[in-house]
Each structure stands twice: as C-alpha cells, then as structure tokens.
C-alpha cells in the first residue's frame, strides 16, 4: 500500500493577507502566493496550508466566512486560485486550504435568512429564548473574545449563539443539514484539487447541552458542554465515512484546542483527523488567562514535548502559527542570541517524530512587533479583551503590557521580503498591518546571501531530513537527562541520529554517558566552544551515531 504524501512532507502555512502583495493595494494575495512558488519550493516544504481565501468581511481576517464557495475579492478570484493549484502542483507541492465549520460570519446569506423563524435556515444555527422573559442570554456562557456568548436580535426575539465574536455566529451541528452542506463543501474543493483542510477550532463544533456553567472565568466560560463532546467525534468520522473515505489520499489536520492524549488518540484512530493540533506545548510559557505569563523553561518545554512524542501515534509539531507570537520571543533569545535561537528552534522542531508545520518568517527568525496601543490592534481578540480591562478600570500601561503576551498582530505582519518599502511583501507604504521595523536586518534577501543565516540553515536541515529515512519515518527514543538538556534519538534501520539541545542563556555540560557517545556531527547551529562536553547558549547538534 502506498503511504500517504503527507507522512514524509513539511508544511508551511502561509497568512494570505500578510505573505505577498501582487498589484499595490497593501494586501496579500494568491497572485503574490504563486510569485513565491519558487523561493517555497526551493526552501524544502511539501504542503502549503492557506489560511482562509474565502469571501469574508473579515472582521477576524477570513475566520468569518459569507461565502464559502467564493474567493474574497481583495485576494483574487477563482481563476487564481485554480492557477495556483496548478503552478503548485508542477512543483510537487499540494495545497491545504483552512476549514472554519464551527461557525460563519454574521453577512452569511444562511445566517441572514435564520432570522426568519419560518425559514429553514433558522435552525442552522443556535437560536434560543432569553430568561426573564427573554432579557437576559440562555445561559451564563462567555466567549473565546471575552463578553457574553449570546446576543439578542429584537426582530427575531431570540438570542443566538457565538463562542468567538458576535460576528461569528454558531453553527447547529445537531441539524443534519448543516452537516450536508459542509460535506459538499469538502467535496468542492477536494474535487478541485485540494488536498485537505486545516479544520479551525474543530472540536467545538458539537454543543452537548446549553446549560449554566459552573466556572468562574471571564473567557471561555462553558466550554465544558462543548469541547471534545461524544458528538464531535460522531460528526468528524461521518465526515469520513461520507466522504474522505472516497479519496485515495487526503489530510484532515484539525485545530483543536485544550485537546487531551485520550482525545488526541481518538481523532486518530477512529480515522476523524489525520493529524491535530495540540496547544500544550505552544502555550507552555501561559499562565492561567493569556494576559498572563511564567519564565520561559526548557525543563518543562522538554517534557510536555517528550509527552506527546510517546503518546501520539503520528504527532503535528509547530511552535507559531497565525495565532501564536514568534516562537524566538516566546523560547528563545531575541536580543542576545536571536540567530541561535531560531537555529536551535529549527532543529528542534524539524528533528521530532510526526509532521512539522512552518510559519511564514519563521524560517528567517522574525520577531514580535514592537509593544503598541491595543486599542489600534488589527486583532479583534486583542480590541474586545482591551475594551474590558478598561471597563474594568485596568491603567493604559497595563492593558498594553498585558495584551502585548497573546496579540495576534504579531504573527500578521507582513512577510519581511527586503529592507524597502513595507518589507518588500507591497509597493504600498500603506499596508492593511505595518511592517516590522526591524525589516533591515530581518529580511530573506540578506539571509540569502549569508550561508550561516537561519535561513540557510532551515534549508540545509530541510534537505537533510529530505534524505533522511530516520527523520522522517523513524521512532523517537528519548534519552533522560536532568534540567535543561534536551536529548533524544531518531532511529529507522541502521540509521540512528541523536540531538543535543540547549535552549537557555548559559552553558551546559553533557553528562559522562553522553560525552562517551561516538558518532560524526552532520549539522550544528553554532561554532563549537573549545570544550566539546559543553553546549553553549542555543546550541544544538545533530550527531550521525556509528
């Protein structure tokens, strides 16, 4: 049996509004993304995933849908996109697009014909009588944003449901309709030549019940009743059964939030995804609610890793995404050591066992924007958690500090092409988000021409595991170590790799048993010191053992 492509392939995801702007109106778009085939193909990666393409108000950046079978003008028209999965395809490369099921945007036609009691569409989504006579929401639950979960429609006189923004409205999955139409989307597309999705918060799609909650927190609150439930699980593999079972090869890579390894391991074996997201490790840094954060640790970054890589039948690795801050400011060493540390980062997350995802930029170490005003931020998460702590009385230095630790604007700036004008990602200066300042020093022509930059070292390591059956199909065997040291192996064969990783600000001795190991260093990302027991800041070694 022929295994599928997506075991041995490095996806990248790319923020369409952010990667390349083709005609000068400050926004990315699919001509920009088939401009860069070539750079993508030539960095090592497999499967481009696209954040969402489709006709949206975007007031969450495309995760609020109003069309699904069209293409948001400001990124183009179908046309493109069929060309971009045909200039993609002639260089080996598959396209993944991003599947937002839980919920659409308010502008929907479906969602504007629910107001009708009477029309069929009311009950595709979660419409509900107030208490007190209807003055007040269904129940107590809060939003993912902050706020209530419910909000009230006086020419209905009913409340509807949104667990993210008022403008995102709640899909029904209990109507069997509902379930029908994002099936024949899946087929559209997967017909068209897609090759998957990326299932956007997937396992909140089924709600067990609408009951008060018991828990006391200002975000999220009620989620008990809805993630993960028995009925999530029935929808996703009916999902299959339906219709991905019809396919010879396919990914289903699903978003799923505060997932556990009993959860994990289902989605996989009972064929519901291929691969899931898990947000431990990512947010290992977090603390209680984002606005929140502890030091960074690679004693405990090590062993949620360590966790998952021995659970998990086939692990998705990641450290940023559109939704995450840079990894080099949540890991790493920005001001002192920001080239080791997006090296270090690099070899870690592209020599573990599973699928590693790349984030745009990531591969040429960019970094957060600098600290601003919330109140200004293009994220509405950070806009409504900014109106609240006000409300709440929070001083302007505070809310700024604190909204700084979860912004998403910081992921969204714009791809840093070039030092010109706005990063070379646009001929605009007036970009839809600013460009980083620091594009002069951080930008892919300066690494190009630098064979000891992070970027040429991400595609030295690509090519590497490229050619390397035991980075790319082997076991995980993790090597105990005390504190900080990271140390693990990768075996398939005859093949046996081991990685040594320090990922803190001070050196690290290896202990006696790893010092007597014999093997040749095929990559590091740093000089060595002169004493080669230690590992200094940030350094990292793939050993080729004999």
Known sequence: MKKPFWTDAVVYQIYPRSFCDSNGDGIGDIPGIISKLDYLKDLGVDILWLSPIYESPQFDIGYDISDYYKINPEYGTMEDFDRLLEEAKKRGIRIVMDLVANHTSDQHPWFKASKDKNSPYHD??????????????????????????????????????????????????????????VENIIRFYLDKGVYGFRCDVINQIWKDSYEDSKRITPMARGNEFYLMKEGNHRMLRKIYD???????????????????????????????LTMFFQFELANVRAFALPVFERPFSAKRFKEVAFKWQK??????????????????????????????SGKALALFNLTLRGTPFVYQGEEIGMLDLPPRDPATSMDCSARMTNQLMTKMGFVKGLRKKMINLFD??????????????????????????CANPNKNCINVALEEKDPDSILSFYRTLLAYRRKSPALQEGSFLEIETKGDLIAYRRKL????????????????????????????????????????????PYEGRLIELA
């Open 124 to 181: 595709y989504y979660v419409w509900m009588d107030g208490k007190d006579g209807g003055k007040r929401p269904p129940n107590n639950w809060t939003s993912n944003f902050t706020g209530p979960a419910w909000t009230y429609v006086p020419e209905v006189g009913q409340w509807y449901l949104h667990i993210f923004s008022a403008e995102q409205p709640d899909l029904n999955w209990k109507n069997p309709k509902v379930l029908e139409e």
């Open 242 to 272: 339906d219709v991905l079972s019809h396919y010879d090869d396919f990914v289903m890579i699903g978003e799923t939030y505060n997932v556990d390894l009993e959860n994990g391991k289902r989605f996989q074996e009972n064929k519901e």
């Open 311 to 340: 659970a998990i039948e086939w692990p998705t690795n990641y450290l940023e995404n559109h939704d995450q801050r840079r990894s080099i400011n949540k890991f790493g060493d920005p001001k002192r050591y920001w080239k080791e």
């Open 408 to 433: 998403r604007d910081h992921a969204r700036s714009p791809m840093q092409w070039n030092d010109g004008i706005s990063a070379g990602f646009s001929s605009n200066e007036n970009t839809w988000i």
């Open 493 to 536: 064969g005859d093949e046996e790799i081991l990685i040594l990783l320090n990922l803190t600000k001070k050196k690290l001795r290896l202990p006696p048993f790893l010092r007597s190991i014999e093997g040749k260093l095929a990559l590091s990302t740093r000089e060595p010191g002169d004493d080669p027991t230690v590992l200094l």
